[in-house]
């Protein structure tokens, strides 16, 4: 499989910006993980799953489970909707805002773990949404490579959460199948 060189730079950048940080970002993000347990008869409980499908395992287009992560992650844009610098890569245990309707200031921190090809934003003190994650993972779906978003936590407004989860996922999805088509050069 051709590898394209703009994942080679990406994932060189990332071990060595991770190897820098790991420590400290590593032992955030196990104290988020740690934290997120939630009550699930709490009154602001949510909980949704949303699979987007993106190509077949077997298509000639040929991208792989790691191409998909990879381009993930190159961009926050891509991880959540943000409003500001979208383009930016998503580091390990780093802090960035996303927007969630006309609010722009809900911060996140992120925590990659590629050996499952996972992403967790959790959500900070000050977000719309708080206490809660968002993990987006890529998987295999019945012979095609997909995005499984999962959300859990006790933030305001749970139902519209739930509500509007697809919408948000899928655009979201498609921007990175869209960006992977593009670097193919299709």
Same mark, same amino acid.
């Given at each position: 499989?051709?590898?394209?060189?703009?994942?080679?730079? &990406?994932? =060189?950048? *990332?071990?060595?910006?991770?190897?820098?940080?790991?420590?400290?970002?590593?032992?955030?993000?196990?104290?988020?993980?740690?934290?997120?347990?939630? +009550?699930?008869?709490?009154?602001?409980?949510?909980?949704?799953?949303?699979?987007? +499908? =993106?190509?077949?395992?077997? +298509?000639?287009?040929?991208?792989?489970?790691?191409? @998909?992560? *990879?381009?993930?992650?190159?961009?926050?844009?891509?991880?959540?909707?943000?409003?500001?610098?979208?383009?930016?890569? &998503?580091? /390990?245990?780093?802090?960035?805002?996303? %927007?969630?309707?006309?609010?722009?200031?809900?911060?996140? @921190?992120?925590?990659?773990?590629?050996?499952?090809?996972?992403?967790?934003?959790?959500? &900070?003190?000050? /977000?719309? =949404?708080?206490?809660?994650?968002?993990?987006?993972?890529?998987?295999?779906?019945?012979?095609?490579?997909?995005?499984?978003?999962?959300?859990?936590?006790?933030?305001?407004?749970?139902?519209?959460?739930?509500? %509007?989860?697809?919408?948000?996922?899928?655009?979201? +999805?498609?921007? @990175? *199948?869209?960006?992977? @088509?593009?670097?193919?050069?299709?």
């Amino acid at each position: 499989m051709k590898i394209l060189p703009l994942y080679f730079k &990406l994932g =060189l950048a *990332l071990l060595v910006c991770c190897s820098i940080q790991s420590a400290k970002a590593q032992s955030i993000c196990d104290s988020l993980q740690e934290a997120a347990i939630y +009550d699930t008869n709490a009154k602001r409980y949510h909980y949704y799953e949303v699979t987007t +499908d =993106l190509i077949g395992l077997d +298509d000639p287009i040929a991208i792989s489970k790691k191409d @998909i992560f *990879l381009r993930m992650i190159s961009q926050r844009g891509f991880v959540a909707p943000v409003s500001k610098k979208p383009e930016l890569p &998503l580091i /390990h245990g780093e802090p960035f805002d996303v %927007k969630i309707a006309f609010l722009n200031r809900n911060p996140v @921190i992120a925590c990659i773990d590629s050996s499952r090809f996972t992403v967790i934003n959790y959500a &900070l003190k000050g /977000h719309f =949404l708080y206490p809660g994650y968002v993990k987006r993972q890529v998987i295999e779906n019945g012979g095609k490579y997909a995005i499984q978003t999962t959300s859990e936590g006790l933030g305001r407004f749970p139902k519209m959460d739930e509500k %509007k989860a697809s919408n948000i996922w899928e655009s979201q +999805d498609q921007k @990175i *199948l869209n960006a992977l @088509i593009n670097d193919k050069g299709l």
